[in-house]
């Protein structure tokens, strides 16, 4: 289960912003597709957790829109992760150009567990 955090500087609209909540989450989901953790295109509860915040006036970014993913790791994600970080930021470079876009993907060891 990706945690998506977005940070948004002031140009990005919120037509946009809506434009990338209906893309992140398949986009996401694909990128970090493993055979621990495979993706069937279907999307349920808890699959992914997106969260936007806007910048705040002591902030600093050069860019317009940070895109961070946490997902857990495994080998199979490791080994290619830039690959996997540059397929998220092909996916909503079409709904923010022309926005400057920036993604982080961040493999940590982790667990999760939810209830149903």
């Known amino acids: 289960m990706p945690i998506v955090e977005v940070m ?4 990005v609209s919120d037509c946009q912003v809506a434009d990338l909540a209906a893309v992140l ?3 996401v989901s694909t990128a970090v597709e493993c055979p621990e953790e495979p993706y069937d295109g279907r999307l349920g ?6 969260r936007f915040r806007s910048l705040g006036p002591h902030d600093s970014s050069g860019l317009d829109v940070t895109i ?3 997902s857990k790791w495994f080998a199979s ?5 830039q690959q996997r970080c540059d397929a998220v930021l092909a996916a909503v470079t079409d709904v923010l150009n022309p926005l400057r876009v920036g ?5 940590p060891v982790a667990a999760w567990s939810q209830t149903e």
């Open 103 to 107: 993604v982080y993907l961040m493999l």
């Open 77 to 81: 994600r490791a080994e290619n992760r």
């Open 45 to 50: 509860p808890g699959d992914v957790e997106l």
């Open 8 to 11: 948004l500087g002031q140009g």
């Open 68 to 70: 961070e993913i946490r």
């Open 25 to 27: 989450p398949h986009a």
